[in-house]
């Protein structure tokens, strides 16, 4: 056999071996809540170590982009920070899907302020007045308050987006079913970016899971009503539902998950799995060991 002919067969036998390696190796689509999305990189990255044979591919764009992608079949895991709405129960079972939550983690759903903000607590009646629609508060004073560097003391109101779940758990919690969002919020397409504009503009004040807080904002004690006790949001006041806000983190899966999805979420739920939640300012949904 020719020098190049030999070359050429051994380069075609090569990615030959290749891609059927690559075929072999079991891909889970992961897709879905912002909330999640840095924990469940983490994830994907331990789980590489744990079982190469499998890889997780994980992308964010809010809870109702990846419910939308579990009830269209392209995806195998929904990340979401709210629960399935029954609308969207109904169209993926009306297209063979069958939605089942795991809940794989708890959060402090945190009101942030910028660090000159003299304001330490607020309660749920006062956010409502201040986040909704017709609400009385537009200035810091309403709050009893007066903000260094805010030159009018009118509130900047930072939100997220309509398909977060971020978005939909604020509303229901602060305004419940009916009122809606006042004209006006700086919808931000990730929790990252809401505490970066409070971190940078002395006026705002923000809303975001507990694990984007940084040494840049603060956030506020909350009470339920004013004047009444407030908890300061952690992992330990999401855990035991002491803190108003506190909310469950899910992953959805079509039907029972079998094979490496159903290993991968087992995973997920063990101590290694909850450790890398609780390493990310997220409660693990039980006591777990960690080194």
């Known amino acids: 056999m020719k020098p190049a002919q030999f070359f050429l067969n051994a380069l075609v036998f090569s990615v030959a071996v290749s891609s059927m390696a690559v075929e072999a190796r079991t891909l889970i689509q992961n897709k879905g809540s912002d909330t999640l999305v840095n924990v469940a990189q983490a994830w994907a990255e ?74 330490d607590s607020i309660s749920l009646e006062e956010l409502a007045e201040i986040y909704g629609e017709g609400g009385e508060f537009t200035i810091w004073p309403d709050v009893g308050v007066e903000v260094p560097g805010c030159k009018d003391q009118t509130m900047i109101l930072v939100s997220r987006q309509n398909n977060s779940g971020t978005y939909a758990y604020f509303r229901k919690i602060t305004l419940g079913k009916r009122r809606d969002f006042r004209l006006g919020t700086r919808d931000m397409h990730g929790s990252k970016d809401v505490v970066d504009l409070v971190a940078s503009t002395s006026c705002a004040i923000g809303y975001s899971g507990l694990a984007y807080a940084t040494d840049h904002v603060k956030m506020a004690c909350i009470s339920k009503t004013k004047g009444g006790a407030c908890a300061n949001p952690s992992v330990a006041t999401a855990s035991d539902g002491s803190y108003p806000i506190a909310r469950p983190l899910m992953m959805y899966t079509d039907g029972e998950p079998a094979g490496e999805i159903k290993n991968y979420m087992e995973w997920i739920l063990s101590d290694a799995g909850q450790c890398i939640i609780l390493s990310k300012g997220y409660a693990p949904v039980r006591d777990v060991k960690c080194d």
Do not use: C, W
Request: aromatic fraction near 4%; proline fraction near 5%.
């Open 46 to 119: 331990e789980y590489r170590k744990v079982n190469p044979d499998v890889a997780v591919a994980v992308t964010g764009g809010g809870s109702g982009t990846g419910i939308a992608a579990l009830i269209n079949g392209t995806v195998d895991i929904a990340n979401a920070s709210r629960r399935v709405k029954q609308k969207e129960m109904d169209l993926a079972r009306s297209r063979g899907q069958d939605p089942v939550k795991h809940v794989v983690a708890y959060d402090a759903l945190s009101v942030f302020l910028h660090p000159d903000n003299p304001l």
